[in-house]
């Protein structure tokens, strides 16, 4: 029986490297990036003022759930932080967690805007993908992001790991006031 994976996250959680490993280790699986899917299918309304794109979400939701019917794969893993916003029938989702202070480094080095990163940020330390993969998805599974997490995936994958955890961060935000600034706060 075909399984549907949502890897979902805030922005430089992991989400990509992540699903990227986790397709190599798996024989019979297939990739889709969300990110890649809309700019290919030109399935966005327009851009931001910020130069980025705006998904439709409508159209990106149909084509996933065409895909997935399509596809000849008996593991299709959808990745992107857009997913969290969606609920695609029958996928379980895994949303990636991650250390505010390590999303920090990583989007600085990206060279993100201090207004991205704010943003960001307090996505994570809200659970922003947590909260809404929770509502829109029956079975969310929370782990942390890093080298262990394709395993992890599998455990979930093969039902070895039954009982979904949540992740609490909210408490690191705290001691990112300083260099956030207390407005973003």
Not at 89 to 112: N, W
Not at 122 to 133: F, L, R, T
Not at 144 to 160: C, L, R, T, V, Y
């Amino acid at each position: 029986m075909k399984k549907i994976i949502v890897i979902t996250g805030t922005p430089t959680s992991g989400k990509t490297s992540i699903s990227e490993r986790l397709s190599g280790m798996l024989n019979d699986s297939e990739l889709i990036k969300a990110n890649d899917l809309v700019k290919e299918k030109r399935l966005f309304t327009g851009y931001s003022k910020d130069g980025e794109i705006i998904a439709d979400m409508k159209r990106l939701r149909l084509e996933i759930e065409k895909i997935a019917a399509s596809s000849k794969a008996n593991l299709v893993i959808f990745e992107g932080h857009l997913l969290c916003d969606m609920k695609i029938k029958g996928a379980t989702v895994i949303v990636i967690r991650e250390h505010l202070k390590t999303l920090l480094e990583r989007m600085e080095k990206r060279g993100y805007s201090m207004k991205k990163i704010e943003s960001n940020i307090v996505s994570e330390a809200i659970d922003y993908c947590g909260v809404n993969s929770m509502e829109n998805y029956d079975s969310v599974y929370e782990i942390w992001g890093g080298k262990g997490a394709a395993n992890e995936i599998i455990k979930i994958i093969n039902g070895k790991i039954e009982k979904p955890k949540e992740i609490d961060v909210l408490g690191e935000l705290n001691g990112m006031a300083q260099y956030l600034g207390k407005a973003a706060l």
